[in-house]
């Protein structure tokens, strides 16, 4: 595709659901990163994939969050149990090989989830 | 500690005039990357500018410069002959190799545009 892409754009769940969150990067990009923006507030940082590896889940906020990337193409966050602390943008971006040698981070429009 | 600091959440700027917004860093790491990127409303991260740590001249990308002072770790963003498209959150941001190749952002300056 021509960008990143995230669905679903929007996301309203009740507590305690589970959700999931879908992110397609760019075709042939090698990196991949998931960040959470809270309202008004700069995205933090979640999960880093080198193709199907994850190699930093260490800003994951709790082992409700799960994160994958089976095939080094499409990832799918994950959240169970949902708390109303969850109510975030969910930003995912893409780069063409590895830090820092192409750094330039492409984002996706996010997932905006807001939880009742 | 790892942490990047816009301390204006709010600027605003005349159509067709200069302004300027701030960011310090701080990090120990000896090379590094640092990067403004620009929010609009409808909320897909765009890379303004980005500059590299090691590099003594200032990055320009047409209407946007950087001025870049490592001793001080400081890097603001310089936005000339300002557009009524350039409203939006702008973030500065540090690449952190070290941390598992992550961005680190500051909190945001909200760039207003008058006509």
């Known amino acids: 595709g021509a960008g990143v892409s995230q669905s679903p754009r929007y996301k309203v769940a009740k507590r305690g659901q589970d959700v999931a969150l879908r992110c397609d990067p760019i075709?042939?990009?090698?990196?991949l990163f998931w960040y959470q923006q809270a309202l008004g507030q700069g995205p933090e940082f979640l999960t880093y994939f080198q193709n199907e590896a994850q190699l930093d889940k260490s800003g994951l906020p709790s082992d409700r969050f799960f994160a994958e990337r089976p095939e080094g193409s499409v990832s799918t966050l994950k959240i169970q149990r949902t708390q109303q602390e969850d109510s975030a943008v969910y930003l995912c971006?893409?780069?063409?090989?590895?830090?820092?040698?192409?750094?330039?981070?492409?984002f996706g429009p996010g997932t905006r989830l807001t939880v009742l | 500690a790892q942490t990047v600091t816009q301390s204006q959440p709010e600027m605003s700027v005349q159509e067709a005039e200069t302004v300027t917004l701030s960011c310090t860093y701080d990090?120990?790491?000896?090379?590094?990357?640092l990067f403004w990127y620009k929010q609009p409303p409808s909320r897909q991260m765009i890379l303004v500018i980005r500059q590299e740590a090691y590099k003594q001249q200032n990055a320009t990308e047409n209407r946007f410069s950087v001025n870049f002072q490592k001793a001080a770790k400081s890097f603001s963003l310089k936005i000339s002959d300002s557009q009524l498209g350039d409203a939006a959150m702008y973030f500065c941001?540090?690449?952190?190799?070290?941390?598992?190749?992550?961005?680190?952002f500051g909190a945001g300056t909200i760039l207003r545009v008058k006509s």
């Open positions: 075709s042939g990009h090698v990196s």
């Open positions: 990090t120990s790491e000896s090379d590094y990357y």
């Open positions: 971006a893409s780069s063409l090989l590895v830090p820092p040698y192409d750094n330039e981070q492409f």
């Open positions: 941001a540090q690449l952190f190799m070290e941390y598992g190749n992550k961005l680190v």
